[in-house]
């Protein structure tokens, strides 16, 4: 049962370019998105999050997307580098406060060639 | 100053020990997390604690058990390891649950059962 989704296990993309990792998810309960990045030997660091009541939000390079109606959100990183090399993790949560958790796609491997 | 500390990095241990990971988080953070990575890449939530009481408890198998001695220490002691626990631990805090307040990682501990 699972509830996100990264259908795209690697993406190579060419510094400079546009990178766009996308995740669907099924539960129209989830209410806030998160995405995650991940170095090899080092624990997912937080990059960008959006609310189900926003289409988009935008931080510096990075920039989340949300289609409510397809369930579907992407993350564009423009213009890619090659530090941004590591593996993405789409997130979502349900529940408020204390309550609330996260559930995780299985991640996109992001290589930035130069 | 590692925001979110856990050990050790690494535990090979046989079939049948008992094992202990530790967490530690210097954020002033008033909720705790456990996840598990395991071999599908899949990332999913163990315990949550807040404020040293337990919030979330995904059906684990009652061989794993958290332990919060204050807000800032969250451990997990499992017994009778078996092959199928191997994975890697995250550790993770956040403020005050997950929606709009990212979980910050530990390292994780890659857990090895032979």
């Known amino acids: 049962d699972q509830q996100v989704k990264q259908n795209s296990p690697s993406l190579s993309v060419q510094e400079g370019r546009i990178s766009i990792l996308n995740c669907d998810y099924t539960?129209?309960?989830?209410?806030?998105f998160l995405w995650y990045k991940k170095y090899p030997a080092e624990g997912p660091t937080f990059l960008i999050s959006?609310?189900?009541?926003?289409d988009k939000n935008e931080d510096g390079r990075f920039t989340v997307f949300l289609n409510k109606s397809a369930k579907h959100l992407s993350l564009h990183i423009v213009p890619s580098q090659p530090g941004d090399s590591a593996v993405y993790f789409c997130?979502?949560?349900?529940?408020?406060?204390?309550?609330?958790?996260?559930?995780f796609g299985t991640g996109t491997r992001l290589q930035v060639t130069l | 100053d590692t925001a979110v500390s856990q050990t050790p990095k690494y535990l090979v241990t046989q079939m049948g020990n008992d094992k202990s990971i530790k967490c530690e988080q210097n954020?002033?953070?008033?909720?705790m997390y456990w996840y598990k990575q395991d071999s599908k890449k899949f990332l999913k939530i163990m315990f949550s604690?807040?404020?040293?009481?337990?919030?979330i408890n995904e059906t684990v198998p009652n061989r794993f058990s958290p332990k919060s001695p204050d807000k800032a220490h969250l451990n997990l002691h499992i017994n009778s390891l078996e092959l199928g626990d191997s994975a890697v631990y995250f550790c993770?805090?956040?403020?005050?649950?997950?929606?709009?307040?990212?979980?910050?990682f530990g390292n994780g501990t890659r857990l090895t059962v032979t």
């Open positions: 959006i609310s189900s009541i926003k």
């Open positions: 539960n129209s309960m989830f209410d806030y």
């Open positions: 604690y807040n404020n040293k009481e337990l919030i």
């Open positions: 993770a805090s956040s403020q005050e649950g997950t929606g709009d307040s990212p979980l910050h």
């Open positions: 954020l002033g953070h008033d909720t």
């Open positions: 997130a979502a949560s349900t529940g408020t406060g204390t309550a609330s958790k996260l559930t």
